[in-house]
């Protein structure tokens, strides 16, 4: 293992801690825009199939390329809207005049 | 250069963070999604401007044509899609980051063709194309056993788990073979090709009413996938956002399967629903008979009574009877009735879908409580109102060991002074398990679309 994998294990590692610690407090309402949420940063991927299909010469390059491109930014464009459309009907409207909020 | 790149990276990783943070609170969970996609924007755009000066002429064009159709099917298909078909469109998504991972990973492999890669980068590679295919071709299977596309009922074969564990051997051999002998492009395919096949031979077995954690589980290991793209390509980006969606989506998958009452052992490989009727002759409902009642009868006993709690499940949904049910109950409040609802951790298809239908018909947020909140009242409630709901108040999940979802926390709608259902018909639920509390003597029927009967209900409750 090169110092450099060392180093970029280390944040894997880091990194997955803080995975398993900033979701742990959600609560159940936020389950479906969570999973939705976070499947739309997955879509970074997009920055590998950029790197990917930048350098294509071959067709086979080309195809893989473009099919890769394609797919990261449905996943990550369709990911971030569609959580946004379920997001919007959370809006606050406790000013409508609900008395007792539970606790 | 390569400083800013890693700064800029790193100010990317700060805001997914923040980002699923924020989204862990109802008041900043819109915010939260706005701050990842910021993170987003910020990281794409940059490597763009790092590339600038090495793209081909091929790989310009495929960059922009693939982004520009891709952006145009995620928004065109994100914004058109119903609210109730929203689990499906989550897996298609999962799908096609799955896919892309899979594929950067052949992309990488394929570059260094005949020789053995670097154990270093060809380890992470190859991970990629195993757990992006696998998750490529599950959320395939899934959407379209949500979509109703093929049965939602699992689908068996004699000797099955035999099967995949071979598979899955045979596809550690071929990774070993590449990592140390040769990666010529038949072995890429060929282990390409097993991976898919491999997707789908493990989703298909599990049951319909499952899917959710399933898609929650393949949505974590298209993180995964990504994070070892990310080593693969020696990325800090791809690495920090797959690990949190991975590590993340683990923690979300552990708690969808609590909150079912099962092992997420259970849930994968239990092939789960497949049995229809309990084998108990005698606790088993058939030869019972149900006490249908009319929309004014019902309508009646709603109208006079102090307190109910609404159970709304998938049914609802699929009838698309949010806004009649709003307007039931805005009715009953308006009588002095008390109302409130109990939300199940998986009504709808996945924890929280029943919160985002009926935030959509403005039903207010204090009114939605969650099971343990609930479950203690029902017993000084005069009626529960269950919406298109079934196997989240089959009392067999209490009562009968024998049952596939015994264990399973439920509802306690059963222990409400009357019970009234509203249903399509006399089928099972999504579990393909008979329901008892259909035959209690407290019970009243009423069959038809859940929209229908609601609207029939507002009707009767305002001449009462």
């Avoid at chain 2, 590679?125 to 998750?135: C, D, K, Q, T, Y």
């Avoid at chain 2, 060929?190 to 997707?199: K, P, Q």
């Avoid at chain 2, 409902?285 to 006993?301: K, M, P, Q, Y």
Wanted: aromatic letters at 6%; a neutral charge.
């Amino acid at each position: 293992m090169s110092e450099q994998t060392v180093v970029l294990f280390t944040y894997f590692v880091l990194t997955a801690f803080i995975g398993f610690e900033v979701i742990s407090n959600v609560p159940t309402i936020l389950h479906t825009p969570l999973m939705s949420g976070s499947n739309a940063i997955h879509g970074i991927i997009l920055v590998g199939a950029l790197l990917i299909a930048a350098n294509a010469q071959t067709s086979l390059q080309i195809v893989l390329g473009l099919l890769a491109v394609f797919m990261a930014t449905v996943n990550v464009v369709g990911g971030f809207v569609v959580t946004d459309r379920m997001l919007e009907m959370f809006k606050a409207k406790q000013p409508g005049g609900e008395k007792g909020k539970e606790q | 250069m390569i400083i800013a790149t890693e700064l800029i990276y790193l100010l990317a990783a700060v805001l997914f963070i923040l980002g699923l943070q924020f989204l862990s609170s109802p008041r900043s969970a819109r915010h939260g999604n706005w701050i990842a996609s910021a993170g987003m924007v910020l990281a794409v755009a940059w490597t763009v401007v790092v590339l600038r000066g090495s793209f081909t002429a091929a790989g310009i064009i495929i960059c922009v044509v693939g982004f520009v159709i891709g952006a145009i099917v995620g928004v065109v298909s994100a914004r058109r899609v119903k609210m109730t078909a929203m689990p499906q469109m989550v897996a298609i998504f999962n799908g096609a980051g799955g896919g892309a991972a899979a594929l950067v990973g052949v992309s990488a492999l394929l570059n260094l063709s005949g020789q053995h890669p670097e154990f270093q980068t060809g380890f992470p590679e190859v991970l990629a194309v195993i757990i992006g295919g696998i998750s490529f071709a599950g959320s395939v299977i899934a959407f379209l056993k949500l979509q109703e596309l093929i049965t939602g009922a699992p689908i068996t074969f004699p000797g099955q788990h035999l099967v995949n564990g071979l598979l899955a051997l045979v596809i550690l051999a071929l990774a070993v073979v590449l990592l140390a002998l040769n990666s010529s492009i038949v072995v890429i395919t060929v282990l390409l090709a097993l991976v898919l096949v491999l997707g789908v031979t493990f989703v298909l077995p599990i049951g319909g009413a499952d899917m959710p954690v399933v898609i929650s589980m393949l949505n974590a290991c298209t993180g995964l996938a990504v994070a070892a793209s990310g080593f693969a390509l020696n990325n800090f980006a791809l690495i920090v956002a797959g690990t949190l969606v991975g590590a993340s989506g683990t923690v979300l998958t552990r708690k969808m399967s609590d909150a079912m009452g099962r092992s997420l052992i259970n849930v994968l490989f239990g092939a789960f629903g497949q049995v229809q009727v309990s084998a108990e002759g005698g606790t088993s409902a058939a030869g019972h008979t149900v006490r249908s009642g009319s929309a004014e009868d019902i309508g009646t006993l709603l109208a006079y009574s102090r307190s109910v709690i609404i159970v709304p499940g998938y049914g609802l949904a699929v009838a698309q009877g949010q806004h009649a049910l709003r307007e039931l109950a805005d009715l009953l409040e308006r009588r002095g009735v008390e109302v409130k609802y109990a939300i199940h951790p998986v009504a709808g298809r996945m924890p929280g879908h029943m919160n985002v239908l009926l935030a959509e018909a403005n039903v207010p947020y204090e009114q939605l409580k969650e099971m343990d909140e609930i479950n203690d009242e029902f017993k000084q409630t005069d009626v529960a109102l269950v919406v298109g709901a079934n196997d989240v108040v089959n009392p067999a999940a209490r009562n009968s060991p024998g049952s596939d979802i015994y264990g399973m926390p439920i509802l306690n709608a059963d222990q409400a002074r009357n019970v009234v259902i509203l249903k399509r018909s006399m089928r099972p639920g999504f579990a393909g398990i008979d329901n008892e509390l259909f035959y209690d003597h407290r019970t009243i029927l009423l069959f038809g679309d859940a929209k229908e009967s609601l609207t029939k209900l507002v009707a009767a409750v305002k001449v009462a």
